[in-house]
């Protein structure tokens, strides 16, 4: 028999060590050659460990959530042959397949999988029947119970027979009734809409979850944030939205969104400090002509931000297309590494859960990040008339060390212009 070392390749993004977020396979077990044996994380991607070879798995580099140095052994798989056999040479690049992480995947320890099937028991001799129980510990089911409507139907709601119930006088009253849910503990009794204690439940903070840990911290750590909000009219383009969506025909059926990135692509030029990247230990920030947006998408594994290339150059239909196809694959795990990086600016909506306003994080080394919330109606005064309005306020978080108060607060008023003559996003 050989074994044959497994070591983890260079994954080909210039990372020195990657994060086990779960195995598919177990000490002892046989593995098959180009099955699974890991899901490795790095600090962008999710990227699958295929085995080389075939045979029974002998060793493991370490438990889920442990950072693995690339070059070191990740599995020993034993094979059939002679002599060990070493694995090709760490700087290897290996292709990439970007996987759905698997929240919460645990290793099954080797006791777990080699112990033996349970032996059965030998069958107990038959105990002799208890005493009949004293009949003063037999509740007295037919005496009757006297007790107002009001208790009766607290008492019902609760499940509790009333003929269990001691009361103090000549009849059950409130006081009673709690008196027997205290002295019983409440075991099969609940109040009608009061929660109930569990179990601690401790999750180790791993893969995608440790990650959005560390880089959020490091935002906040690292950048000097503030955030300005408006409130913007979008009653007319709301308009326009449902009259384009009444005759899309075949095309995707637009958001709120598609519009929103034109109005931010078409303000971009007279402020090119928003749309910009701050290299910290360089000291040197990156004006960006082209934009890159990242999206934010809530996935199962944790929030991710596809990048919508090019921005600025797609219309409101193929924004749209973009937009269903980033967030779909984003979701699936589907994502490739260059859908996921290079953003040089990022939009952040929670849709009707967007709330009154935000104060979104930086997606770093961005230095902007600008966040439509949700879409009220209200009454507003026009001139001497009052009107129904749709309204929705937005927010923008900036880096202080790139972007002052004013230019962010104009950036937004340019904003506001076009998405509340929704004309001008089609004008040239």
Avoid at 34 to 54: C, F, G, I, R, Y
Avoid at 66 to 78: F, K, M, W, Y
Avoid at 164 to 192: C, K, M, N, W
Avoid at 203 to 223: D, L, P, T
Wanted: proline share 7%; aromatic share 4%.
């Amino acid at each position: 028999m050989a074994r044959y070392s497994f070591r983890l390749p260079d994954i080909g993004e210039g990372i020195a060590e990657a994060e086990i977020v779960a195995w598919h396979v177990k000490i002892g077990e046989r593995v098959e050659e180009d099955a699974q044996l890991a899901d490795m994380m790095t600090d962008k991607a999710t990227v699958e460990m295929e085995s080389p070879v075939s045979g029974i798995v002998v060793e493991l580099a370490g438990e889920v959530g442990d950072l693995i140095p690339i070059g070191s052994t990740l599995a020993v798989i034993e094979t059939d042959g002679d002599g060990d056999v070493e694995a090709p040479p760490a700087d290897t690049p290996v292709e990439q397949e970007i996987v759905a992480e698997t929240p919460g995947a645990e290793e099954i320890s080797v006791a777990e999988v080699a112990a033996p099937a349970p032996v059965a028991a030998p069958a107990p001799t038959p105990a002799p029947a208890p005493a009949p129980a004293p009949v003063a510990a037999v509740a007295d089911h037919s005496r009757a119970v006297l007790a107002s409507p009001a208790v009766r139907a607290r008492a019902k709601d609760l499940g509790v027979d009333l003929s269990q119930v001691q009361a103090e006088g000549d009849r059950i009253r409130h006081a009673d009734l709690d008196a027997f849910l205290r002295y019983s503990g409440g075991q099969g009794y609940h109040t009608p809409g009061a929660s109930r204690a569990r179990a601690d439940d401790p999750i180790k903070v791993i893969g995608m979850r440790r990650k959005i840990a560390e880089n959020m911290a490091a935002s906040k750590r690292a950048i000097p944030h503030f955030t300005y909000v408006e409130e913007m009219d979008v009653t007319a383009l709301e308009e326009m939205r449902a009259d384009l969506n009444a005759n899309r025909g075949g095309r995707p059926k637009l958001t709120m969104l598609p519009f929103l990135i034109v109005a931010i692509c078409r303000t971009i030029p007279q402020f090119p400090m928003i749309n910009a990247r701050y290299d910290d230990e360089g000291g040197v920030v990156t004006r960006y002509g082209a934009v890159h947006l990242g999206m934010a998408t809530q996935t199962d594994a944790g929030l991710m931000v596809p990048v919508i290339r090019d921005a600025q150059d797609k219309n409101v239909w193929q924004l749209a297309s973009e937009i269903t196809r980033l967030a779909e694959a984003a979701r699936t795990g589907k994502a490739k590494v260059e859908e996921l990086t290079g953003g040089t600016l990022t939009v952040t909506s929670l849709g009707p859960l967007g709330g009154i306003a935000t104060t979104p994080v930086i997606n770093r080394p961005e230095v902007a990040i600008i966040g439509p919330n949700k879409i009220v109606e209200r009454p507003v005064f026009d001139g001497d008339e009052i009107r129904r309005a749709k309204l929705m306020n937005l927010s923008i978080s900036c880096d202080h060390r790139v972007v002052d108060g004013w230019d962010a607060a104009s950036y937004v008023q340019a904003l506001k212009k076009l998405v509340e003559t929704p004309v001008l996003l089609f004008a040239d």
